[in-house]
């Protein structure tokens, strides 16, 4: 590939939109993949205190990005409808 420099305008502009369509879909598979970790209790199966402390050290990830992306793939308080979450496994 050649360099940025080197792209037309065009190229780079889809580029970019097909760059944050694949960001988009890893994001999706990630919070479902933290979400099904948490589920299914794999941090207490494989000896770590919470999923937060296994996604630090599996991941190589701070403390508080784990919890961010706990946040995100885990409802906290108020439960997403079911139709947010067939969306969210499906994306995976």
């Known amino acids: 590939m050649r360099g940025w420099p080197e792209l037309a305008d065009a190229d780079l502009l889809r580029t970019l939109v097909e760059t944050e ?17 948490e ?3 794999l941090a207490a199966d494989t000896g770590y205190r919470d999923t937060a402390e296994l996604l630090t ?14 946040g995100c793939a885990v409802p906290q308080g ?5 139709k947010v979450w067939k969306v969210l496994a499906a994306a995976s």
């Open 21 to 37: 369509r694949r960001r988009r879909q890893l994001d999706a598979a990630m919070r479902a993949a933290v979400a099904e970790a």
């Open 39 to 41: 589920r299914r209790g």
């Open 57 to 70: 050290d599996l991941l190589r990830i701070s403390v508080h990005e784990a919890r961010r992306r706990l």
């Open 78 to 82: 108020r439960t997403r409808s079911r």
